[in-house]
Protein backbone atom coordinates (compact mmCIF):
# COMPACT_ATOMS: atom_id res chain seq x y z
CA UNK A 1 0.00 0.00 0.00
CA UNK A 2 1.08 3.24 -0.72
CA UNK A 3 1.60 5.86 2.02
CA UNK A 4 3.61 7.86 3.94
CA UNK A 5 5.59 6.54 7.06
CA UNK A 6 6.62 8.57 10.19
CA UNK A 7 8.90 7.44 12.05
CA UNK A 8 9.11 6.99 15.54
CA UNK A 9 5.62 7.09 16.74
CA UNK A 10 7.22 9.02 20.45
CA UNK A 11 10.31 10.85 20.96
CA UNK A 12 11.81 11.51 23.90
CA UNK A 13 14.61 13.96 23.81
CA UNK A 14 16.50 16.84 26.86
CA UNK A 15 16.35 19.99 26.23
CA UNK A 16 19.80 21.15 24.26
CA UNK A 17 19.63 18.00 22.10
CA UNK A 18 18.91 18.30 18.10
CA UNK A 19 16.50 15.89 16.95
CA UNK A 20 15.82 14.28 13.55
CA UNK A 21 12.49 12.84 12.68
CA UNK A 22 12.10 10.58 9.55
CA UNK A 23 9.46 10.69 6.69
CA UNK A 24 9.08 8.55 3.96
CA UNK A 25 6.72 8.39 1.18
CA UNK A 26 6.60 5.55 -1.22
CA UNK A 27 2.99 7.47 -3.39
CA UNK A 28 5.70 9.33 -5.99
CA UNK A 29 4.94 12.28 -4.91
CA UNK A 30 6.61 15.54 -5.76
CA UNK A 31 5.97 17.95 -2.77
CA UNK A 32 6.40 17.36 0.76
CA UNK A 33 5.53 19.01 3.94
CA UNK A 34 6.08 19.13 7.64
CA UNK A 35 2.87 20.45 9.51
CA UNK A 36 3.38 21.13 13.59
CA UNK A 37 -0.01 20.78 15.83
CA UNK A 38 -0.11 22.41 19.11
CA UNK A 39 -3.41 22.24 20.94
CA UNK A 40 -6.12 24.42 20.21
CA UNK A 41 -5.04 25.51 17.16
CA UNK A 42 -4.67 24.37 13.35
CA UNK A 43 -1.98 23.06 11.70
CA UNK A 44 1.18 25.25 11.11
CA UNK A 45 3.64 24.74 8.36
CA UNK A 46 7.27 24.50 8.85
CA UNK A 47 8.89 23.70 5.87
CA UNK A 48 7.84 22.52 1.68
CA UNK A 49 9.72 21.00 -0.57
CA UNK A 50 8.36 21.39 -4.11
CA UNK A 51 11.11 18.79 -5.75
CA UNK A 52 14.31 17.20 -4.92
CA UNK A 53 17.11 19.33 -3.50
CA UNK A 54 14.76 22.26 -3.20
CA UNK A 55 12.45 23.25 0.24
CA UNK A 56 11.42 26.84 1.38
CA UNK A 57 10.29 27.87 4.73
CA UNK A 58 7.15 27.94 5.83
CA UNK A 59 5.46 30.21 8.46
CA UNK A 60 6.96 28.99 11.90
CA UNK A 61 10.37 27.59 10.09
CA UNK A 62 12.98 28.93 13.00
CA UNK A 63 14.53 26.05 14.69
CA UNK A 64 14.35 23.87 12.21
CA UNK A 65 15.92 22.42 9.39
CA UNK A 66 14.86 20.11 6.45
CA UNK A 67 16.45 18.40 3.42
CA UNK A 68 15.25 16.41 0.32
CA UNK A 69 18.27 14.62 -1.16
CA UNK A 70 15.76 11.87 -2.57
CA UNK A 71 11.78 12.07 -3.83
CA UNK A 72 10.96 10.02 -1.37
CA UNK A 73 12.38 11.27 1.78
CA UNK A 74 12.29 14.52 3.28
CA UNK A 75 13.79 14.33 6.99
CA UNK A 76 12.77 17.19 9.90
CA UNK A 77 15.90 17.92 12.39
CA UNK A 78 14.01 20.07 15.69
CA UNK A 79 17.34 21.95 16.72
CA UNK A 80 18.38 23.29 20.05
CA UNK A 81 17.25 26.47 18.97
CA UNK A 82 13.65 25.83 18.62
CA UNK A 83 12.28 27.40 21.70
CA UNK A 84 9.25 25.37 22.27
CA UNK A 85 9.90 21.85 20.44
CA UNK A 86 7.12 19.82 22.14
CA UNK A 87 4.66 19.01 19.89
CA UNK A 88 3.19 16.73 16.89
CA UNK A 89 4.34 17.00 14.09
CA UNK A 90 2.91 16.13 10.95
CA UNK A 91 4.52 14.98 7.64
CA UNK A 92 2.22 15.60 4.71
CA UNK A 93 2.91 15.29 0.79
CA UNK A 94 0.87 15.91 -2.46
CA UNK A 95 1.16 15.05 -6.21
CA UNK A 96 2.25 18.78 -6.91
CA UNK A 97 2.19 21.83 -4.84
CA UNK A 98 -1.09 23.21 -5.97
CA UNK A 99 -3.81 22.60 -3.29
CA UNK A 100 -6.78 22.32 -6.13
CA UNK A 101 -5.81 19.64 -7.58
CA UNK A 102 -3.78 17.99 -5.32
CA UNK A 103 -5.26 16.56 -1.52
CA UNK A 104 -2.54 16.79 1.29
CA UNK A 105 -1.52 12.69 2.15
CA UNK A 106 -0.51 13.11 6.07
CA UNK A 107 1.53 10.39 7.57
CA UNK A 108 0.22 9.47 11.18
CA UNK A 109 2.68 11.88 13.22
CA UNK A 110 5.26 11.95 15.66
CA UNK A 111 4.67 13.17 19.01
CA UNK A 112 7.95 14.70 20.54
CA UNK A 113 8.43 15.77 24.28
CA UNK A 114 11.45 17.82 25.20
CA UNK A 115 12.41 17.91 28.70
CA UNK B 1 -4.80 36.92 14.39
CA UNK B 2 -6.45 33.21 13.38
CA UNK B 3 -7.75 33.97 9.24
CA UNK B 4 -9.75 30.47 9.33
CA UNK B 5 -12.18 29.64 12.79
CA UNK B 6 -13.77 26.70 13.90
CA UNK B 7 -15.36 28.41 17.09
CA UNK B 8 -16.22 25.25 18.26
CA UNK B 9 -14.10 22.61 19.64
CA UNK B 10 -16.34 20.11 20.71
CA UNK B 11 -19.48 18.67 19.36
CA UNK B 12 -21.87 15.97 20.06
CA UNK B 13 -24.63 14.13 18.06
CA UNK B 14 -26.50 11.46 18.47
CA UNK B 15 -25.96 8.59 16.46
CA UNK B 16 -28.29 8.72 13.38
CA UNK B 17 -28.60 12.72 13.24
CA UNK B 18 -27.37 15.25 11.45
CA UNK B 19 -23.88 16.79 12.49
CA UNK B 20 -23.22 20.09 11.46
CA UNK B 21 -19.40 21.56 11.71
CA UNK B 22 -18.85 25.18 11.16
CA UNK B 23 -15.85 27.18 9.70
CA UNK B 24 -15.52 31.47 9.37
CA UNK B 25 -13.13 32.59 7.83
CA UNK B 26 -11.52 35.96 7.37
CA UNK B 27 -9.61 36.49 4.08
CA UNK B 28 -11.63 37.52 1.28
CA UNK B 29 -9.41 36.17 -1.11
CA UNK B 30 -10.11 32.55 0.37
CA UNK B 31 -11.92 30.50 -2.82
CA UNK B 32 -10.76 27.34 -2.36
CA UNK B 33 -11.94 25.34 0.95
CA UNK B 34 -11.20 21.56 1.98
CA UNK B 35 -12.03 19.45 5.20
CA UNK B 36 -9.75 16.85 6.90
CA UNK B 37 -10.91 14.25 9.02
CA UNK B 38 -8.24 13.02 12.06
CA UNK B 39 -8.39 10.28 14.22
CA UNK B 40 -6.62 9.74 17.18
CA UNK B 41 -3.16 8.52 16.72
CA UNK B 42 -3.48 8.98 13.01
CA UNK B 43 -2.85 11.71 10.51
CA UNK B 44 -5.32 13.47 8.86
CA UNK B 45 -6.98 12.00 5.92
CA UNK B 46 -9.26 14.50 3.25
CA UNK B 47 -12.79 14.28 3.07
CA UNK B 48 -13.98 17.12 0.98
CA UNK B 49 -13.58 20.18 -0.77
CA UNK B 50 -15.26 23.25 -2.49
CA UNK B 51 -14.42 25.85 -4.70
CA UNK B 52 -16.42 28.93 -4.87
CA UNK B 53 -17.96 28.37 -7.88
CA UNK B 54 -20.24 26.24 -6.24
CA UNK B 55 -21.87 26.89 -3.21
CA UNK B 56 -22.47 23.24 -2.17
CA UNK B 57 -20.67 20.15 -3.68
CA UNK B 58 -21.76 16.31 -1.44
CA UNK B 59 -20.59 12.79 -1.58
CA UNK B 60 -21.98 10.10 0.06
CA UNK B 61 -23.50 11.68 3.54
CA UNK B 62 -21.13 14.15 3.30
CA UNK B 63 -22.03 18.43 1.91
CA UNK B 64 -20.10 21.49 2.25
CA UNK B 65 -22.16 24.67 1.84
CA UNK B 66 -20.68 27.41 1.47
CA UNK B 67 -21.45 30.89 1.75
CA UNK B 68 -19.41 33.92 0.28
CA UNK B 69 -20.82 36.41 1.66
CA UNK B 70 -20.96 35.42 4.89
CA UNK B 71 -17.12 33.84 4.63
CA UNK B 72 -19.03 31.06 6.12
CA UNK B 73 -18.94 27.29 5.06
CA UNK B 74 -20.14 24.27 6.98
CA UNK B 75 -19.79 20.12 6.83
CA UNK B 76 -22.94 18.59 7.03
CA UNK B 77 -23.19 14.56 7.93
CA UNK B 78 -26.18 12.84 7.72
CA UNK B 79 -26.91 10.14 8.75
CA UNK B 80 -24.10 10.39 12.11
CA UNK B 81 -22.42 7.31 12.56
CA UNK B 82 -19.99 6.30 15.52
CA UNK B 83 -17.41 6.16 13.11
CA UNK B 84 -17.75 10.13 11.90
CA UNK B 85 -16.33 10.53 15.61
CA UNK B 86 -13.13 12.47 14.87
CA UNK B 87 -11.56 16.04 14.63
CA UNK B 88 -12.10 17.89 11.69
CA UNK B 89 -10.21 20.23 9.97
CA UNK B 90 -11.40 22.89 7.85
CA UNK B 91 -8.37 24.58 5.56
CA UNK B 92 -8.58 27.86 3.16
CA UNK B 93 -6.76 28.96 0.09
CA UNK B 94 -6.50 30.85 -2.94
CA UNK B 95 -7.41 28.68 -5.68
CA UNK B 96 -4.41 27.21 -7.59
CA UNK B 97 -1.84 28.48 -5.17
CA UNK B 98 0.45 26.03 -3.79
CA UNK B 99 0.02 24.90 -0.18
CA UNK B 100 2.21 26.76 1.53
CA UNK B 101 -0.44 29.43 1.30
CA UNK B 102 -3.41 26.95 3.18
CA UNK B 103 -4.42 28.10 6.24
CA UNK B 104 -6.28 25.65 8.38
CA UNK B 105 -8.60 25.97 11.02
CA UNK B 106 -8.39 25.14 14.78
CA UNK B 107 -10.38 21.73 14.13
CA UNK B 108 -13.28 20.53 15.82
CA UNK B 109 -13.89 17.41 17.84
CA UNK B 110 -16.91 15.71 16.85
CA UNK B 111 -18.83 12.66 19.09
CA UNK B 112 -21.21 10.37 17.58
CA UNK B 113 -23.02 8.93 20.29
CA UNK B 114 -24.68 5.58 19.47
Known amino acids: DGGITQSPKYLFRKEGQNVTLSCEQN?????MYWYRQDPGQGLRLIYYSQIVNDFQKGDIAEGYSVSREKKESFPLTVTSAQKNPTAFYLC??????????????FGNGTRLTVT | DQQVKQNSPSLSVQEGRISILNCDYTNSMFDYFLWYKKYPAEGPTFLIS?????DKNEDGRFTVFLNKSAKHLSLHIVPSQPGDSAVYFC?????????????FGPGTSLSVIP
Open chain 1, 92 to 105: ASSMTAESYNSPLH
Open chain 1, 27 to 31: LNHDA
Open chain 2, 91 to 103: AASASETSYDKVI
Open chain 2, 50 to 54: ISSIK
